[in-house]
C-alpha cells in the first residue's frame, strides 16, 4: 500500500489469510488429525459417516492435508454408492477448498462446477451461494479481480437463515472489500470493510472479527490514515493473542510496523516489525515472514540504514522463490542500485572534501564496479531461483503422471466392478422370475380345489397380490435392462392420434374403478412421426398410470398432444397433490419414494417413472414435470418429430 514497492504481495497474503475463515482449529497435531480418521472409519458406511468426514474436514485439511484429502475422497465414495446426494455435492466442495489452498486452481474450479450443479439441481440456494464464493476466491487468488467480482454480486441478494450463513455472507462482502481494494478503490473498500465489523460482531465471530480488523488496518494505511490503522490494528492484535492464532497477531504487527512507518516513527516500526517475524517464525507461516521482511525493509531503507535494508531484502530473496517474476525481480534491482548509488554517493563526497578531482574520478569508477558486480549477483541468484523452479516443477509433473496412472488403474478395477454387478442383478432377477410364476400358478390351481376354507381362501388372496407385487418389480426392472442394454430403438411411422387413443382406451377401466375421468386432446392434423411406438406406448402408460395412483374420486387426468419447435409433445396433467421442488429432483431416480401416497392404496415400485426417463432418451427426447404442492402435476415428454 502507498510507497510500499511489493504492495501487491500484501494483498495476496490478506486473500490467502481471509480463505482460512472458520478454520481455527489450525493448531491441531497431527496425531489428533489420525485420531479423528481412525474414529471416522470405524462408523458404518452410511450418510452419518459422510456427514462426520464433511464436519471435519476443514479443521483438519489445515493441519494434515493429505489426510483430510484422504477422508473425504472416501466420504465421496460412500454418498455416490448409497445415492447421497446432498453429501455427495458437499464432499466435491470439500475437494476444491482442498486444491484452492493448495494451489491447484483449475483442479479446484472444476470441482466447485461440479458441487455447483449437483447443488443447483437439489434446490440447495445456501450451498449454491457457498459455491459462488469459492469461485471467487480462486479468481481472487489469480488476481482476477472482475472474474471474482461476478460472483460475488451473484450472491449479494442472499437471505441469511442460520447463523452459518449469516457469517458466510458476511465473507462474501469482506471478499468484496478485497477486490475493491485490489482494484484501488480503497474508500469503497474501507466502507465495505467497516460494515462487516460490525456484522462480524454481533455474529460474536471473534476470528473473523480480528481478520476484519487487520483489513480496515491495511486500508487505512493506502488512505493515509495511520492512526486510524493503529486503532483498528490494536484491536486485531488484542483478538489475535486470545484467540492464540499467531498467524494472525504476524499479519497484525507487520501492518502495524508499517502504519508507524507512515507516522515517522522508525523506531516504533522497526521493533514492532521484528517481533512480527519473530512470532511468524515460531508459528511456520512463511506469507507473513516475508511481508514482515519487505516492511523492515522499506522502513530502513527510509532511516538511512541501507546495510539493514539489504539484509532484509536478501532474507526475503531466500524465503520466497516466486521472486523469480520479472516484476520482482526489477523491484528488487531498482532497490539494491538505489542503496548502492547513495552509499557511494555519501563516500564520494567525503573525497570530494579531502582530495583532488582524481580522486572523485576514482570513486566514480568504483560505483561503477560495484554496480556490475551488483547485477551480475543479482543474475545469479535469478538463474538459481529459475533452477530451483524448473526442478520443482518435474518433480510435481512426475507426481501427477503417477497420481493419474493410479487413477487410470482404478477405473479399470471400478469398470470391471460395474460390469460383473450387472451380471449378477440380472442372474438373481431371472432366477426370482421363475418361482414367482409357479407360485402364481399354484396359487390359481388352489383356488379351484373344492372345499377350501374361506380363511384360507383370503390368506392366498393375500399371498396372490404380493406374489404378484413381486412379478411387476422383476418385469420392471427387466424392462430398465434391457432399455440399457439396447444400442439403438427401432423406428418406424406411427399415427401417434391413433397410437394415444389406443392408451387411453385402455387405461380407462382403471380409471373408472377409481371414478376418475381420463380425457385426451390432440390437434386434428396430429403428423405422423418416425418413432417407436412400443416405447411412447409405454411412456404413455407408465405416466397416465402414475397420474391415476395419486388422484381422488371425482377429478379429472387430462392427456394433451402438441406439435411445438419441431418435436412431439405430450403431457399428462392430474389434480393430485402436487410435488415440492425438493422432491422433483428425485422423480426420476430408480426406487424413489416421495412424500405423497396412492390414494387408493396401490402398490408403487418407485421405478415407473425411471423407466420413462429411460425411454425417452433412447429417443433423444426429454423429459420434464411442472407441479406446485396441492395444484396437481404436469409430466411431459418432448420427442423429435421427424
Same mark, same amino acid.
Given at each position: 500500500?502507498?510507497?510500499?514497492?511489493?504492495?501487491?504481495?500484501?494483498?495476496?497474503?490478506?486473500?490467502?489469510?481471509?480463505?482460512?475463515?472458520?478454520?481455527?482449529?489450525?493448531?491441531?497435531?497431527?496425531?489428533?488429525?489420525?485420531?479423528?480418521?481412525?474414529?471416522?472409519?470405524?462408523?458404518?458406511?452410511?450418510?452419518?459417516?459422510?456427514?462426520?468426514?464433511?464436519?471435519?474436514?476443514?479443521?483438519?485439511?489445515?493441519?494434515?492435508?493429505?489426510?483430510?484429502?484422504?477422508?473425504?475422497?472416501?466420504?465421496?465414495?460412500?454418498?455416490?454408492?448409497?445415492?447421497?446426494?446432498?453429501?455427495?455435492?458437499?464432499?466435491?466442495?470439500?475437494?476444491?477448498?482442498?486444491?484452492?489452498?493448495?494451489?491447484?486452481?483449475?483442479?479446484?474450479?472444476?470441482?466447485?462446477?461440479?458441487?455447483?450443479?449437483?447443488?443447483?439441481?437439489?434446490?440447495?440456494?445456501?450451498?449454491?451461494?457457498?459455491?459462488?464464493?469459492?469461485?471467487?476466491?480462486?479468481?481472487?487468488?489469480?488476481?482476477?479481480?472482475?472474474?471474482?467480482?461476478?460472483?460475488?454480486?451473484?450472491?449479494?441478494?442472499?437471505?441469511?437463515?442460520?447463523?452459518?450463513?449469516?457469517?458466510?455472507?458476511?465473507?462474501?462482502?469482506?471478499?468484496?472489500?478485497?477486490?475493491?481494494?485490489?482494484?484501488?478503490?480503497?474508500?469503497?473498500?474501507?466502507?465495505?470493510?467497516?460494515?462487516?465489523?460490525?456484522?462480524?460482531?454481533?455474529?460474536?465471530?471473534?476470528?473473523?472479527?480480528?481478520?476484519?480488523?487487520?483489513?480496515?488496518?491495511?486500508?487505512?494505511?493506502?488512505?493515509?490514515?495511520?492512526?486510524?490503522?493503529?486503532?483498528?490494528?490494536?484491536?486485531?492484535?488484542?483478538?489475535?493473542?486470545?484467540?492464540?492464532?499467531?498467524?494472525?497477531?504476524?499479519?497484525?504487527?507487520?501492518?502495524?510496523?508499517?502504519?508507524?512507518?507512515?507516522?515517522?516513527?522508525?523506531?516504533?516500526?522497526?521493533?514492532?516489525?521484528?517481533?512480527?517475524?519473530?512470532?511468524?517464525?515460531?508459528?511456520?507461516?512463511?506469507?507473513?515472514?516475508?511481508?514482515?521482511?519487505?516492511?523492515?525493509?522499506?522502513?530502513?531503507?527510509?532511516?538511512?540504514?541501507?546495510?539493514?535494508?539489504?539484509?532484509?531484502?536478501?532474507?526475503?530473496?531466500?524465503?520466497?522463490?516466486?521472486?523469480?517474476?520479472?516484476?520482482?525481480?526489477?523491484?528488487?534491482?531498482?532497490?539494491?542500485?538505489?542503496?548502492?548509488?547513495?552509499?557511494?554517493?555519501?563516500?564520494?563526497?567525503?573525497?570530494?572534501?579531502?582530495?583532488?578531482?582524481?580522486?572523485?574520478?576514482?570513486?566514480?569508477?568504483?560505483?561503477?564496479?560495484?554496480?556490475?558486480?551488483?547485477?551480475?549477483?543479482?543474475?545469479?541468484?535469478?538463474?538459481?531461483?529459475?533452477?530451483?523452479?524448473? +526442478?520443482? $516443477?518435474?518433480? *510435481?509433473?512426475?507426481? !501427477?503422471?503417477?497420481?493419474?496412472?493410479?487413477?487410470? @488403474?482404478?477405473? &479399470? %478395477? =471400478?469398470?470391471?466392478?460395474? +460390469?460383473? $454387478?450387472?451380471? *449378477?442383478?440380472?442372474? !438373481?432377477?431371472?432366477?426370482?422370475?421363475?418361482?414367482? @410364476?409357479?407360485? &402364481? %400358478? =399354484?396359487?390359481?390351481?388352489?383356488?379351484?380345489?373344492?372345499?377350501?376354507?374361506?380363511?384360507?381362501?383370503?390368506?392366498?388372496?393375500?399371498?396372490?397380490?404380493?406374489?404378484?407385487?413381486?412379478?411387476?418389480?422383476?418385469?420392471?426392472?427387466?424392462?430398465?435392462?434391457?432399455?440399457?442394454?439396447?444400442?439403438?430403438?427401432?423406428?418406424?411411422?406411427?399415427?401417434?392420434?391413433?397410437?394415444?387413443?389406443?392408451?387411453?382406451?385402455?387405461?380407462?377401466?382403471?380409471?373408472?374403478?377409481?371414478?376418475?375421468?381420463?380425457?385426451?386432446?390432440?390437434?386434428?392434423?396430429?403428423?405422423?412421426?418416425?418413432?417407436?411406438?412400443?416405447?411412447?406406448?409405454?411412456?404413455?402408460?407408465?405416466?397416465?398410470?402414475?397420474?391415476?395412483?395419486?388422484?381422488?374420486?371425482?377429478?379429472?387426468?387430462?392427456?394433451?398432444?402438441?406439435?411445438?419447435?419441431?418435436?412431439?409433445?405430450?403431457?399428462?396433467?392430474?389434480?393430485?397433490?402436487?410435488?415440492?421442488?425438493?422432491?422433483?429432483?428425485?422423480?426420476?431416480?430408480?426406487?424413489?419414494?416421495?412424500?405423497?401416497?396412492?390414494?387408493?392404496?396401490?402398490?408403487?415400485?418407485?421405478?415407473?417413472?425411471?423407466?420413462?426417463?429411460?425411454?425417452?432418451?433412447?429417443?433423444?427426447?426429454?423429459?420434464?414435470?411442472?407441479?406446485?404442492?396441492?395444484?396437481?402435476?404436469?409430466?411431459?415428454?418432448?420427442?423429435?418429430?421427424?
Amino acid at each position: 500500500m502507498g510507497n510500499w514497492w511489493l504492495s501487491n504481495w500484501k494483498l495476496c497474503r490478506l486473500l490467502m489469510g481471509f480463505l482460512m475463515l472458520g478454520f481455527s482449529a489450525a493448531s491441531a497435531q497431527s496425531h489428533a488429525a489420525d485420531s479423528v480418521s481412525a474414529a471416522i472409519d470405524a462408523m458404518p458406511e452410511d450418510s452419518n459417516k459422510v456427514l462426520a468426514a464433511l464436519k471435519e474436514f476443514r479443521p483438519m485439511v489445515v493441519s494434515d492435508g493429505e489426510a483430510a484429502m484422504k477422508m473425504i475422497s472416501k466420504a465421496l465414495e460412500i454418498a455416490e454408492r448409497i445415492h447421497f446426494a446432498r453429501g455427495e455435492s458437499e464432499a466435491y466442495r470439500m475437494q476444491g477448498i482442498y486444491y484452492m489452498i493448495n494451489g491447484a486452481s483449475e483442479l479446484a474450479l472444476e470441482r466447485y462446477q461440479r458441487a455447483f450443479e449437483m447443488f443447483k439441481a437439489q434446490g440447495n440456494e445456501s450451498s449454491i451461494v457457498r459455491c459462488n464464493n469459492n469461485f471467487a476466491t480462486v479468481f481472487m487468488e489469480m488476481e482476477q479481480w472482475d472474474s471474482a467480482m461476478i460472483y460475488l454480486k451473484a450472491a449479494e441478494d442472499f437471505e441469511p437463515i442460520t447463523y452459518e450463513d449469516s457469517v458466510m455472507l458476511s465473507t462474501i462482502r469482506h471478499n468484496t472489500g478485497i477486490c475493491q481494494d485490489a482494484l484501488g478503490n480503497h474508500q469503497a473498500a474501507f466502507d465495505i470493510f467497516s460494515a462487516n465489523l460490525k456484522n462480524f460482531q454481533k455474529l460474536h465471530a471473534e476470528y473473523e472479527e480480528s481478520f476484519t480488523q487487520n483489513s480496515i488496518g491495511e486500508v487505512a494505511i493506502a488512505l493515509n490514515k495511520p492512526e486510524l490503522a493503529i486503532a483498528h490494528l490494536r484491536s486485531a492484535e488484542l483478538l489475535k493473542r486470545k484467540l492464540e492464532d499467531d498467524r494472525g497477531l504476524t499479519n497484525s504487527l507487520v501492518l502495524l510496523a508499517a502504519a508507524y512507518q507512515k507516522l515517522g516513527n522508525a523506531d516504533s516500526a522497526i521493533a514492532i516489525g521484528l517481533r512480527g517475524i519473530e512470532v511468524g517464525r515460531r508459528s511456520g507461516a512463511p506469507e507473513p515472514v516475508l511481508d514482515g521482511h519487505k516492511t523492515l525493509a522499506a522502513v530502513y531503507a527510509e532511516d538511512g540504514q541501507y546495510q539493514n535494508a539489504y539484509i532484509q531484502i536478501m532474507q526475503f530473496v531466500a524465503l520466497d522463490d516466486s521472486l523469480n517474476k520479472a516484476a520482482n525481480v526489477a523491484k528488487l534491482m531498482g532497490l539494491q542500485a538505489a542503496y548502492g548509488l547513495k552509499n557511494k554517493n555519501y563516500e564520494i563526497n567525503q573525497l570530494q572534501q579531502a582530495n583532488a578531482l582524481d580522486q572523485a574520478n576514482l570513486g566514480w569508477q568504483r560505483l561503477l564496479i560495484f554496480s556490475m558486480a551488483g547485477g551480475i549477483l543479482l543474475v545469479l541468484v535469478v538463474l538459481i531461483l529459475i533452477y530451483r523452479s524448473s +526442478v520443482a $516443477r518435474a518433480r *510435481l509433473n512426475a507426481a !501427477i503422471s503417477a497420481k493419474n496412472q493410479e487413477l487410470s @488403474n482404478a477405473n &479399470e %478395477a =471400478l469398470q470391471r466392478s460395474i +460390469v460383473e $454387478r450387472e451380471a *449378477l442383478v440380472h442372474m !438373481i432377477i431371472h432366477d426370482l422370475k421363475t418361482p414367482l @410364476n409357479h407360485t &402364481e %400358478a =399354484l396359487i390359481e390351481a388352489m383356488r379351484d380345489v373344492d372345499g377350501m376354507p374361506s380363511l384360507g381362501l383370503k390368506m392366498m388372496e393375500k399371498v396372490a397380490i404380493t406374489n404378484r407385487r413381486g412379478i411387476e418389480l422383476i418385469a420392471d426392472l427387466l424392462s430398465l435392462y434391457e432399455i440399457d442394454s439396447r444400442a439403438l430403438a427401432p423406428q418406424g411411422v406411427t399415427n401417434c392420434a391413433t397410437l394415444i387413443a389406443n392408451v387411453v382406451t385402455s387405461m380407462e377401466a382403471q380409471a373408472t374403478q377409481k371414478g376418475i375421468r381420463l380425457v385426451w386432446n390432440a390437434p386434428a392434423d396430429f403428423p405422423q412421426v418416425q418413432t417407436n411406438a412400443s416405447m411412447v406406448t409405454r411412456i404413455l402408460e407408465n405416466l397416465i398410470s402414475n397420474a391415476l395412483k395419486f388422484s381422488n374420486r371425482g377429478t379429472t387426468v387430462q392427456v394433451l398432444a402438441e406439435v411445438k419447435n419441431g418435436q412431439i409433445v405430450f403431457a399428462v396433467e392430474d389434480q393430485g397433490p402436487g410435488i415440492s421442488v425438493a422432491e422433483q429432483a428425485l422423480l426420476f431416480e430408480k426406487f424413489s419414494k416421495l412424500s405423497a401416497r396412492p390414494t387408493a392404496g396401490e402398490h408403487s415400485n418407485g421405478l415407473g417413472l425411471a423407466i420413462v426417463k429411460k425411454l425417452v432418451e433412447q429417443l433423444h427426447g426429454t423429459v420434464g414435470v411442472a407441479s406446485e404442492l396441492g395444484k396437481g402435476a404436469r409430466f411431459w415428454v418432448a420427442l423429435p418429430a421427424r
